[in-house]
């Protein structure tokens, strides 16, 4: 799969703040990519960056292969504050003039107020829209001319639920178009949603990437007693794909570097004279599995 956007050792530093340390990582076409942190962790910092916005101190960036260029600028789409159009005029209106500075014509704006839900709405003065339709024309602005790559740094802030799953879906419909996104967000659940691809930020230092399908993975757990807790112990630690394990009270969560079956699990325990009194899956979400490696980090 062709690498869109290639980070190379990027840091940044606010006078004696160290805003972005050492960051590397790839994005690749057709991946939602979210960039996940808390706040303050660097994920602005790191979008202005690669739109070019503010300069690193050190490190590179390449965008399809090559050094930044107007041609690349011109195939990335981006909603990097918050919305900002004319009030007293229409998102046609409003389009229009995003269209001549972006220096293309008017014929994709029908599209993209489509796309966003907002076509009805596109005579009405800016100033009458909800946050979540300003959001949404922050996004169409960004989508004029069919941008290769979109760029959202939290896109669901502020919005009341029904306008954060307006927003979610219209992300996953623009991804399934072809459209790769990189969207910075605080929130693990909108990552877990909407994210195939995650990059965890913590300090500007890059704790973990991958498939956030993988992340899920790892973090299945089991929650296992037995009348001899002695025994089920070291039967855990001698499973092939044991990972770690942590005692609750008379039961044993064992966590699993892959996802285990629990039958096969419950006849492993079997063939070594265990009877289990207790077998129960737990999923770990992305949460936990986020908040033990900033703990880990800290
Ligand atoms: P948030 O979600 O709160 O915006 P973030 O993960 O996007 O957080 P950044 O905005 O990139 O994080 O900020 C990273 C660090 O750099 C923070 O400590 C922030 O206070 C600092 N910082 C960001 N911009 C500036 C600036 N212009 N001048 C000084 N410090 C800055």
Redesign the pocket.
Request: no cysteine.
């Given at each position: 799969m062709e690498t869109v956007l290639s980070i190379s050792n990027i840091s940044k530093r606010?006078?004696k703040?160290q805003?972005?340390s050492n960051l590397s990582l790839d994005v690749k076409n057709g991946q939602v990519f979210g960039i996940l942190?808390?706040?303050?962790?660097?994920?602005?910092?790191?979008?202005?960056i690669i739109l070019d916005l503010i300069k690193a101190n050190s490190g590179t960036y390449m965008w399809f292969g090559k050094a930044p260029s107007t041609a690349s600028r011109k195939r990335i789409g981006s909603v990097i504050e918050s919305p900002n159009f004319f009030p007293y005029l229409s998102p046609v209106v409003n389009l229009k003039i995003v269209a001549d500075i972006k220096g293309i014509g008017y014929d994709d704006i029908d599209r993209v107020l489509q796309l966003t839900g907002l076509y009805e709405r596109r005579n009405s003065r800016f100033k009458t829209f909800s946050y979540g339709m300003k959001q949404r024309l922050a996004v169409a602005s960004a989508l004029l001319g069919n941008p290769d790559i979109l760029i959202l740094?939290?896109p669901t802030n502020g919005l009341d639920p029904q306008g954060i799953a307006h927003i979610r879906e219209l992300i996953l419909h623009i991804a399934n178009q072809g459209t790769t996104i990189i969207i910075?967000s605080?929130l693990l659940d909108e990552v877990q949603k909407i994210c195939s691809h995650v990059a965890v930020?913590s300090k500007?230092r890059k704790l973990f990437d991958g498939k956030v399908s993988e992340v899920l993975a790892i973090s299945d757990s089991m929650e296992l007693s037995a009348r001899d807790t002695e025994a089920l112990t070291l039967a855990v630690k001698a499973y092939p794909s044991y990972h770690s394990m942590t005692r609750e009270g008379d039961k044993i969560l064992a966590c699993f570097s892959d996802a285990v079956n629990p039958e096969i699990l419950n006849q492993y325990f079997f063939g070594k004279g265990i009877i289990l009194t207790h077998l129960s899956e737990r999923k770990r979400t992305l949460e936990q599995h986020f908040l033990e490696l900033l703990r880990d980090n800290a």
């Open positions: 606010y006078g703040i805003a972005v942190g808390p706040n303050g962790s660097g994920k602005t910092t790191t979008l202005s740094d939290e910075a605080h930020l500007g």
